[in-house]
């Protein structure tokens, strides 16, 4: 048994919101499956799980905002179910809980006979039964959600109290619970609910995806397949999905906060050493001309592309400047994980990792940069592309800009920047021509290598540049 964490994506987070979660207690997991949204200053993020098992309880709701390290729910071994018999620890591990010591019936909905479709067993228990229990906020109202009588159930928690895992224990479980109603009820995430009622859409005309529960994915589906005589006023009704004005200012505001953050503390901290060295790209840029001719226009592949791989490739050749720093020293990753810069459109910049770039060939690796791209800049990611990168590549050649020294992006300990494919006079065996030059350049940590090491790692990308049928 173990508790699954809020995740540091980075070394500019502090806390993170908990926008949705993609499980209930119960579902099985498996290494890398995908179990919550998380909102940073940067982006939303996709967080994965790192091991296989069965979810317990979820310690934190929906909209919630808390910092890394927090627990967010507990993991059990696959085959251990979910039982009255194995006690699991109540909501009190996450920040602020409070146990209450009495339950007041003051203020909740009057349940009465009179709800429709009322069930036989119902009937039978028509009297009202007093509230002899304790419990948390968050079970109660899940039991409410579920329509579950906790007069019924059995706490494991402290002192007997009625967790959120005991309410979903007696569903899995099949336990002889009393309904409050057998209407037909639904599991809608707060933010796809509130996104429903701006569209004017009938959340129950809506398939739910998921473990059951309509998301905002599912009611974004359902405002697609509206037919145009229904939604007059659609265009304005999904404009509220945009984020005003101030919301952008202050994303934007948030991310230049957390940028500075971290890279202020990189500068502060690493002992940064510059190199650069001139790469003659014309051998590369004539045989790419010569492989996008034998492929289709879709599968093309760019410049940038050949700039990666041959990055990955000398990251793999000179390992010292592949991995981490930390407190115990350098530590050498086995494997390449090349972060990207990207440039998103609202403002600010997100370096997300393509994995085990040194072992992909050149059409995967477009497919994959192409995915990147297009999923960051719709800040649709995924937690292991944020914390998994051993080196990061910045490439402003598109942006006209001929040298770039970038800063490192802790707790890596190497940035290679690349500016545009320029035509220069160039020097070689003896005779001047004028060849395609880029510009590579290194940001290393001095505690991790030294300027010798950096200049065999940028030779070492010039070297496989000049061959790029071997990429």
């Known amino acids: 048994m173990s508790e699954f964490l809020m995740p540091s994506l980075g070394a500019d987070m502090d806390a993170g919101t908990l926008l949705e979660w993609y499980i209930k207690p119960g579902d099985k997991v498996h290494k890398g499956d995908v179990i919550a949204l998380v909102d940073t200053d940067k982006a939303a993020i996709e967080i994965e799980v790192f091991e296989a098992g069965v979810i317990?309880?979820?310690?934190?709701?929906?909209?919630?905002?808390?910092?890394?390290?927090?627990?967010?729910?507990?993991?059990?071994?696959?085959?251990?179910?979910?039982?009255?018999?194995?006690?699991?620890?109540?909501?009190?591990e996450a920040p602020g809980f409070v146990v209450p010591e009495a339950i007041s019936t003051q203020?909740?909905?009057?349940?009465?006979?009179?709800?429709?479709?009322?069930?036989?067993?119902?009937?039978?228990?028509?009297?009202?039964?007093?509230?002899t229990y304790r419990a948390t906020p968050a079970a109660r109202k899940h039991a409410l959600e579920l329509g579950i009588d906790l007069n019924t159930l059995k706490g494991t928690g402290k002192h007997g109290v009625i967790n959120k895992a005991d309410v979903d224990a007696a569903v899995i479980a099949k336990e002889p619970v009393v309904r409050l109603a057998e209407t037909k009820r639904q599991r809608v995430s707060p933010l796809a609910r509130r996104l429903a009622k701006e569209l004017e859409?009938?959340?129950?005309?809506?398939?739910?995806?998921?473990?059951?529960?309509?998301?905002?994915?599912?009611?974004?589906?359902?405002?697609?397949?509206?037919?145009?005589?229904?939604?007059?006023?659609?265009?304005?009704?999904?404009?509220?999905?945009?984020?005003?004005?101030?919301?952008?200012?202050?994303r934007f505001a948030g991310m230049r906060r957390a940028i500075a953050a971290?890279?202020?503390?990189?500068?502060?901290?690493?002992?940064?050493?510059?190199?650069?060295?001139?790469?003659?790209?014309?051998?590369?840029?004539?045989?790419?001309?010569e492989e996008n001719l034998k492929r289709p226009i879709n599968d093309r592949i760019v410049p940038a592309t050949l700039l990666l791989k041959a990055t990955a490739l000398?990251?793999?050749?000179?390992?010292?400047?592949?991995?981490?720093?930390?407190?115990?020293?350098?530590?050498?990753?086995?494997?390449?994980?090349?972060?990207?810069?990207i440039s998103l459109r609202q403002g600010g910049?997100?370096?997300?990792?393509?994995?085990?770039?040194?072992?992909?060939?050149?059409?995967?690796?477009?497919?994959?940069l192409r995915d990147l791209v297009k999923r960051a800049r719709n800040l649709q990611l995924k937690s292991s592309e944020m914390t998994d990168a051993t080196i990061t590549v910045t490439n402003l050649g598109d942006q006209g800009v001929e040298l770039v020294y970038g800063i490192i992006y802790p707790p890596q300990v190497a940035l290679v920047g690349f500016?545009?494919?320029?035509?220069?006079?160039?020097?070689?065996?003896?005779?001047?021509?004028?060849?395609?030059?880029?510009?590579?350049?290194?940001?290393?940590?001095?505690?991790?290598?030294?300027g010798h090491i950096g200049g065999l790692f940028l030779m070492a990308i010039d070297k496989y540049l000049q061959t790029p049928e071997a990429l």
């Open 107 to 131: 203020g909740l909905p009057q349940l009465t006979t009179e709800a429709p479709h009322v069930s036989t067993l119902m009937l039978e228990e028509a009297k009202p039964k007093p509230a």
């Open 314 to 341: 000398a990251a793999k050749e000179v390992p010292e400047l592949n991995g981490f720093w930390q407190e115990e020293g350098f530590k050498a990753s086995s494997a390449v994980h090349l972060g990207v810069g």
């Open 419 to 450: 500016g545009k494919v320029i035509e220069q006079p160039w020097a070689e065996n003896g005779m001047l021509g004028v060849k395609p030059i880029v510009q590579a350049t290194l940001a290393a940590d001095h505690r991790a290598s030294d």
């Open 201 to 250: 859409l009938d959340l129950q005309a809506i398939s739910p995806g998921k473990n059951g529960v309509i998301r905002k994915a599912d009611v974004l589906r359902q405002a697609d397949r509206v037919p145009a005589a229904q939604s007059v006023a659609m265009p304005a009704e999904k404009a509220k999905l945009e984020p005003k004005a101030e919301e952008k200012d202050a």
């Open 56 to 92: 317990g309880e979820l310690f934190i709701d929906e909209g919630k905002k808390v910092p890394v390290g927090t627990p967010l729910a507990l993991i059990q071994p696959e085959g251990a179910g979910i039982s009255q018999e194995t006690p699991l620890p109540i909501a009190k």
């Open 262 to 289: 971290a890279l202020g503390k990189s500068k502060r901290e690493i002992p940064h050493y510059y190199l650069s060295q001139p790469i003659d790209m014309s051998k590369a840029l004539n045989w790419l001309t």
């Open 349 to 368: 910049l997100i370096a997300p990792c393509i994995h085990d770039v040194d072992q992909k060939n050149l059409g995967t690796l477009m497919l994959n």
